[in-house]
Structures are given as C-alpha cells and as structure tokens.
C-alpha cells in the first residue's frame, strides 16, 4: 500500500476550476472536505474501502459538489484545487480550505 501512498503523492495537483469543470460532464468529480488528507481518501477509494468511504459520505467530508458550489466555482473559474485522479473519480479539494 506504500507504494499507492508514495504514487498518489507525486500524483497530487493543482488545478483550477476552469480546468476541472470538463470531467461534470461524466460526473466524475467528488469533493473531499479540508479536514481529511486527500491520499489516504484516495488510498480509500482506490482499495474500495467501503467503510472508510460510507463514514465519510455520512458525515458529509465526501460527496459531489452541491449545486452552490457549482454556482460559486462557475462565477471564480480562477478558484484553485488540490486534485487527485483515482479511476474514474477526480477527487478535489479546495486549496484555500486545506
């Protein structure tokens, strides 16, 4: 598993929104909340771990954007994330937040 961690490191970007609206099309995009680590989400849901993901989504760390957000990210295309691709999820997470 060190081996996805050390992966998924490296994998680690930074991308704006303008850059990020295109994978809504496949809904593809999840947002993990500032206070989880966004590797060991990505180790989670890499290794379906359904019960790690589940208590996340329960407590509302995890899930897709709200139509809100969306409203918010499409007037500030600029707004810049923490981004980590687990197929076929983009997980992201606000910069400003982490």
């Known amino acids: ?14 991308v704006n929104w ?4 295109i994978h809504l099309q496949r809904d593809a995009i999840i947002v ?3 206070d989880l680590d966004l590797v060991e989400v990505g180790v989670a849901v890499a290794d379906d ?6 208590t996340w989504i329960a407590a509302n760390q995890l899930g897709k ?3 809100k957000q969306l409203e918010c990210w ?13 197929q ?9 937040d982490a």
């Open 49 to 54: 771990d359904k019960f790690a993901v589940e």
């Open 65 to 67: 954007p709200t139509e």
């Open 18 to 21: 303008r850059e990020l609206k």
């Open 74 to 86: 499409e007037r500030e295309e600029d707004k810049l994330f923490r981004m980590l691709i687990v």
């Open 1 to 14: 598993m060190s081996g996805m961690v050390e992966s998924f490191k490296r994998d680690l970007a930074e």
């Open 32 to 34: 993990v909340t500032a």
């Open 88 to 96: 076929p999820f983009i997980l992201v997470q606000d910069v400003y």
